[in-house]
């Protein structure tokens, strides 16, 4: 199964080439005054490396950077020679990357953002209303995981829940719709944040914790049907108006897009009150690939921009709280109230999305 989905994501990494900005080696200059870098990244750092800002930045740093997208879980199945780094979306395939390419420790984790639930308003207020989440305005509020997880474990629908009857577009299974988990980071981020919860509060660690949370696991992706390789792209399609009205996701596509919209329309964001971090790390593949690590994560301008683009620098978050304040209506900027989970190690969050899936 990994084989062919290595296949398919080596097949969609050729024909989805990025340009963007930064590091490399001094052969692929042909003149210029600054240095090529060529990475891998996940998919949702793409719309970053293209910023005509964030390429301005580099290449006062002296560095051009080149980019290909793929899923973060699929990067282990890819031939990285002659790639300078690795930038998956989160620790746990990094430190899988880092094995396999002997990286020297510590690795560069320049930024970090928190999975979130996106909804649309009339969904909060009934998940509200019925004890499932708690609101603090009208575009943010707090998702009760544990209360959640017992009604997807009891196969609640909308139908059941008070005050859903008078939306129309509130109808079927209460369900959140993920990413696969499979190949997608944040789909198996979600399926973190949930056996967390459904461990006791415990991270997943042993085969018996694993066979104990699988079947909830399953129950949560199985009743999504076909799911997608990519959060933008049911971002895309929750914002359209399509699809399920509840979608899990990254805080920094909800700060992105409230950046360019500040009218984000019903749009609530929910914090899940037990929630994962995505470490966006960077894996070195050589000096190149470590020395753009670190000027992503220590130069002032690059982490300005990346709190543009919805990250949140690693070390400071005062720099997150400053840059947001006219987005501070949707939101948590301090994580208040948001406990954060710890992640499985890899060949652990394999086995659970390989049972997810069924």
Known sequence: MRRIAGIVLAVLLIGGVVAAVVAGRQGDDKGTATKTVRGVIGSEKSDFFADPDVVKALAAKGYTVKTEASGSWAMEDLDLKGYDFAFPSSSAPADTLAEKYHARQPLPRPFYSPLVVVAHRSAAQVLAANGLAVLDGKGKGTLRMAAYLDAARHDRTWQQLKGAKAHGELTGTLFITSTDPETSNSGALYLAAASYVANGGRVVAS??????????????????????????????DFISGAGNPLVCLYE???????????DAGDLVVLYPDTTVNSDHTIVPLDDAGRQLGELLSTDPTLRRLAVKHGFRPQGDSAEFVRDTADRAAYLNQTLTGVRQAPVPTSAVLHEMARRARG
């Not at 018996?208 to 049911?234: E, F, I, K």
């Not at 920094?252 to 500040?262: G, I, T």
């Open 207 to 236: 085969d018996g914790d694993v066979a104990r949370t699988a079947p909830l696991l399953h129950q949560l992706v199985s009743v999504q049907g076909a799911q997608q390789p990519s959060s933008d792209s049911v971002f895309r």
């Open 252 to 262: 920094s596509q909800v700060v992105s897009l409230l950046a360019e919209q500040h």
